[in-house]
């Protein structure tokens, strides 16, 4: 009888994470690569052994995948790696990837911050393949982690709005490691957190309004036009003066957003509303002023 010829073909088994984040040894073993070609443009070496192709954005999402595959599964992704990765968008600035582990005997590479604690079962999650800690845990984490109490407030606020879950949900775990670093803290950041805040501006804006001694706004209040049948969700509002504030961000300076900004300010004023528009420069900037002309409009004062 005759046989037919074999016709398969061996294929080197892919290193993880080929080719966007890979360990530089298993990419050699396989035959992907050189060591040349690891040292040559082509590739830019994030962590020893650890290589994203030449050119790539090393943002945080993709520098966490870096420090993941680093430590082999010994850990966690957690802090701003973890809020990140679950979609959560309370960023204060450059960070570094964030893993946590169980113990000590980690050499620790520059660029990557480790945190030694201990994750129970429940506390850890997967997100695209990563095992990372849950939006609860890294609220938790956070809430203690973060530079300042304000920043601390809005990685709460933007977890529990991703995450579904209630800003107590942080004072179960706070209860469950009464003993962490940071754990005082925590109740005063969950009574100012409000998952409905839409963006870390807005949560820095309402803190600045509250700790300034102003009363405490509506958050993602609703203005209903029942003739239109239009609703209009304003970022801050004091309904009682009718009172909008809002946080312009990049979005809106887009020319198809400033055309629909104009016409959804228009339609508040003609409603009786009065708008305040807050940007960066003056939130970060002159945050006193903001305290100013808010305060004015809520006494009832004209404008000066």
């Known amino acids: 009888m005759r046989h037919m010829a074999d016709l398969s073909v061996w ?3 892919l290193p993880p994470g080929w080719p966007h984040v890979f360990r530089g040894s298993w990419a050699r073993r396989a035959g992907l690569v050189t060591t040349a070609q690891l040292r040559g443009p082509r590739f830019t070496q994030v962590y020893p ?10 943002d945080l999402r993709l520098r966490s995948r870096a420090a993941f595959l680093l ?3 010994r850990g966690a ?3 701003y790696s973890a809020a990140v990765l679950h979609g959560a968008d309370c960023l204060p600035g450059e960070v570094p990837p964030e893993i946590t582990v169980p113990g000590g005997g980690f050499r620790v590479p520059p660029g990557l911050r480790l945190h030694r604690e201990r994750l129970w079962p429940n506390e ?3 997100v695209d393949g990563l095992v990372v800690t849950t939006p609860e845990r890294t609220a938790f ?3 203690r982690w973060a530079p300042s109490r304000n920043e601390a407030v809005a990685c709460v606020d933007a977890l529990a709005n991703t995450g579904r879950f209630a800003p107590d949900e ?3 775990l706070n209860a469950l490691h009464p003993s962490m670093r940071g754990c005082a803290r925590i109740p005063e ?3 100012l957190a409000d998952r409905r805040a839409g963006s870390r501006p807005e949560t820095l804006l309402r803190v600045l309004l509250v700790d300034s001694g102003l009363p405490r706004p509506e958050v993602q209040w609703v203005v209903q036009d029942p003739v239109a049948k239009e609703a209009v969700w304003l970022d801050l509002a004091y309904p009682e003066q009718r009172l909008g504030i809002e946080y312009e961000g990049a979005p809106h300076v887009e020319p198809d957003r400033v055309l629909r900004d104009i016409a959804r300010t228009t339609a508040l004023v003609d409603r009786g509303w009065r708008i305040l528009r807050v940007t960066k420069n003056d939130l970060f900037r002159r945050p006193e002023y903001i305290v100013t002309i808010v305060g004015r409009a809520l006494r009832g004062e004209a404008p000066r």
Do not use: F, N
Not at 49 to 58: E, T
């Open 11 to 13: 294929v080197p088994a």
């Open 77 to 79: 992704l957690s802090g």
């Open 71 to 73: 430590m082999q599964t």
């Open 124 to 126: 850890i999650t997967e």
């Open 170 to 172: 942080v004072l179960r």
């Open 141 to 143: 984490d956070l809430a």
């Open 189 to 191: 950041l969950v009574e």
């Open 49 to 58: 052994d650890v290589y994203v192709p030449g050119g790539s954005v090393l």
